[in-house]
């Protein structure tokens, strides 16, 4: 099966520490999208970035960035001086047919004051 | 401009009984998703509608089946509820090859 695997069950930090959550995929696609969500306790999924397989900067947005590396098959997200409002189960997916997502199993990041 | 809207936000029911949750997507979106997330897992595609018809399916018994209407919203009906049914029902709608937007999900209990 052309899995998500997210081997970070928890992670437990402390207010401004840097965290970074692990994604590897499994694909036979030469073309392929990887995305990552939050959800937060309310449960709605919020998008925080997709990345195509053929941009392989990394990417930066304010506390977050990404690392793409084809290479290894991962999609690693870095959230830099964390905060306690960044708590959430964190969700790392790759696109299947018809726009189908395909889910790792989470992560849970719980930041402590 | 309002987002993905799931209703009914809770709902409790006994096994044997049937559901139907319904959706309401984004405006501008005409394809809508369903997922199913367990308690503690990843979400999991149930299917897919667009110009109201099912488009893809992913792997869950003929129980679970639903509908789009014309303005797109879209409806899950779930038979005969087993134990195993109990979970967070999640719809997403989309426009084209963009991202997936979420509702806040129903949350399905069993007894």
């Known amino acids: 099966a052309q899995k998500v695997t997210q081997a970070q069950t928890e992670i437990s930090v402390v207010e401004k520490e840097d965290v970074t959550l692990d994604c590897v995929y499994e694909t036979r696609d030469t073309t392929y999208y990887l995305f990552w969500y939050k959800q937060p306790p309310s449960g709605e999924l919020v998008f925080l970035i997709r990345r195509n397989s053929f941009d392989e900067q990394n990417e930066i947005s304010g506390r977050y960035s990404w690392n793409f590396q084809k290479s290894t098959s991962s999609f690693n997200f870095t959230i830099t001086a964390s905060q306690v409002v960044d708590s959430a189960v964190y969700f790392c997916?790759?696109?299947?047919?018809?726009?189908?997502?395909?889910f790792g199993a989470g992560t849970r990041l719980a930041v402590h004051p | 401009d309002a987002g993905v809207t799931q209703s009914p936000t809770h709902l409790i029911k006994t096994r044997g009984q049937q559901v139907t949750l319904r959706c309401s997507p984004k405006?501008?979106?005409?394809?809508v998703s369903w997922y199913q997330q367990a308690l503690g897992q990843g979400p999991q595609f149930i299917f897919q509608?667009?110009?109201?018809?099912?488009?893809q399916r992913g792997n869950f018994p003929d129980r679970f089946s639903g509908h789009q209407f014309p303005n797109y919203s879209s409806e899950l009906n779930v038979n005969a509820l087993l134990l195993g049914d109990s979970a967070l029902y999640l719809c997403?709608?989309?426009?084209?090859?963009?991202?997936?937007?979420f509702g806040d999900g129903t949350r399905l209990s069993i007894l």
């Open positions: 405006s501008g979106h005409d394809t």
């Open positions: 509608y667009y110009e109201e018809e099912e488009r």
């Open positions: 997403a709608s989309s426009l084209g090859s963009q991202p997936q937007h």
């Open positions: 997916a790759r696109l299947g047919g018809y726009n189908k997502l395909i």
